[in-house]
Antibody, heavy 123, light 112 residues
Framework: QVQLVESGGGLVKPGGSLRLSCAAS????????LSWIRQAPGKGLDCISY????????YYADSVKGRFTISRDNAKNSLYLQMNSLRAEDTAVYYC????????????????WGQGTLVTVSS | QSVLTQPPSVSGAPGQRVTISCTGN?????????VHWYQQLPGTAPKLLIY???NRPSGVPDRFSGSKSGTSASLAISGLQAEDEADYYC????????????FGGGTKLTVL
């Protein structure tokens, strides 16, 4: 059973940095794409970054490109998000997510989610 | 602005049937990617409700059903119950965004 546990959230001032971590278990970690998805207060879900199993394929949404860096350590079954130059609009719950392999169709897989970690950017 | 379009809210009385639409384009739903649906209660992570457009994980009541046609998908909830009051999100993938996951903006279901 897929388990994802995020950590590292907290209160940070505008312009500051924060590093989120996601500890994973219950699946073949190095085979799976992993994503960071955020949800601003009262808003919808937004995939801001993903990384392939090998780490060779990486995507960033325009809203975080150049400020955030996604990485993974397959030996530690861990995913990371380094967030620099944080802005008030980055305030959100950040979820770690991966393909929910037990429910894949021929064209795509739904997501399995962690419980999320809250990042608040405020002076 | 979300890539997939959902109505912001829907409502219905207990026992009634409601539908939630999810409209995309030729780069996502129309590119034959399946659609997945999630239910989100306040303060919790999204829970998988429908996968592969029309399949239910075990434990999800058969009151919930999904369908797709062209560039749109729908979630139907029949026999509305008070505990169905939640936010609902559709999810797919988009080839124009390097295969990234895309979501609808979410629909708040109110049970009157």
């Amino acid at each position: 059973q897929v388990q994802l546990v995020e950590s590292g959230g907290g209160l940070v001032k505008p312009g500051g940095s924060l590093r989120l971590s996601c500890a994973a278990s219950g699946f073949a970690f190095s085979d799976n794409y992993l994503s960071w998805i955020r949800q601003a207060p009262g808003k919808g879900l937004d995939c801001i970054s993903y990384i392939s199993g090998s780490g060779n394929s990486i995507y960033y949404a325009d809203s975080v490109k150049g400020r955030f860096t996604i990485s993974r350590d397959n030996a530690k079954n861990s995913l990371y998000l380094q967030m620099n130059s944080l802005r008030a609009e980055d305030t959100a719950v950040y979820y770690c997510a991966t393909e929910n392999g037990g429910f894949c169709s021929s064209t795509s897989c739904p997501l399995a989610w962690g419980q999320g970690t809250l990042v608040t950017v405020s002076s | 602005q979300s890539v997939l379009t959902q109505p912001p809210s829907v409502s219905g009385a207990p026992g009634q049937r409601v539908t939630i639409s999810c409209t995309g384009n030729s780069s996502n739903i129309g590119a034959r990617y399946d659609v997945h649906w999630y239910q989100q209660l306040p303060g919790t992570a999204p829970k998988l409700l429908i996968y592969g457009t029309s399949n239910r994980p075990s434990g999800v009541p058969d009151r919930f059903s999904g369908s797709k046609s062209g560039t749109s998908a729908s979630l139907a909830i029949s026999g509305l119950q008070a505990e169905d009051e939640a936010d609902y999100y559709c999810q797919s993938y988009d080839i124009s965004l390097s295969g990234s996951t895309v979501f609808g903006g979410g629909t708040k279901l109110t049970v009157l």
